[in-house]
């Protein structure tokens, strides 16, 4: 079965400080991972997702996420954050027909 | 291109009312269908998710249901609200093996 493991229910940063959020996922087959974002009471959207090409995958909003097989991770990263940055990051990967979520990860930016 | 909609937005009800949440989806046909639940500081709960007309998969025992009457119409339903069904309703939809978008969600209060 498949899962992910967001560490840090809170991250806060400087505004131009690096962002780093972490995911680390357990599957049985070659995961296919995807990272949603949540502004305040809206739905989720997709920042960016790792089918199994690229292991360096590019998001919206100047976003990435490198798909580590060793380590069994897909950290977000963004090197400069900004103030609309402000948001709830999901990780998640796909199972069989549904995508398992993990618990997300507020993420604060201080001017 | 393809849209989702789920309505009401926001919803205030008391304990032991019905419930309808409904969603379409619009520029696809036979989508994968799905109901998420976000309580308050918790993450994303798969609810039911849906393969195609009055095929039901349901995740989590509660006191909700879903039907899905038609290719590309979900609704989320329940006969007696408990407290406890309080949250953050999300409905989503994906091509079979493809990523999942999700509508705007719909706010409901149990008092």
């Known amino acids: 079965a498949q899962s992910v493991t967001q560490l840090g229910s809170h991250v806060s940063v400087s505004e131009g400080a690096l962002v780093l959020l972490r995911c680390n996922y357990s599957?049985?087959?070659?995961?296919?991972l995807f990272w949603y974002v949540q502004y305040p009471n809206q739905g989720l959207q997709l920042l960016l997702k790792?089918?199994?090409?690229?292991?360096l995958v590019k998001g919206i909003n100047g976003f990435e996420a490198e798909f580590k097989k060793s380590e069994t991770s897909f950290h977000l990263t963004k090197p400069s954050a900004h103030m609309s940055d402000a948001a709830e990051y999901f990780c998640?990967?796909?199972?069989?027909?549904?995508?398992?979520f993990g618990t997300g990860t507020r993420l604060q930016v201080f001017p | 291109s393809q849209t989702i909609h789920q309505w009401p937005a926001t919803l205030v009800q008391p304990v032991g009312s019905p419930l309808s949440l409904e969603c379409t989806v619009e520029?696809?046909?036979?989508?994968?269908l799905y109901w998420y639940r976000q309580a308050a500081g918790r993450g994303l709960q798969l609810l039911f998710y849906s393969v195609g007309i009055g095929q039901i998969s349901s995740e989590v025992p509660q006191n909700l249901s879903a039907s899905r009457p038609q290719d590309r119409q979900f609704i989320l339903s329940s006969k007696k609200l408990l407290l406890s069904d309080s949250g953050f309703y999300l409905c989503?939809?994906?091509?079979?093996?493809?990523?999942?978008?999700f509508g705007e969600g719909s706010w409901l209060t149990v008092v």
């Open positions: 989503a939809w994906s091509v079979p093996g493809g990523t999942i978008y």
């Open positions: 790792y089918t199994s090409a690229a292991t």
């Open positions: 520029g696809t046909s036979n989508p994968n």
């Open positions: 998640a990967v796909r199972g069989t027909d549904k995508l398992i």
């Open positions: 599957s049985s087959v070659p995961p296919y």
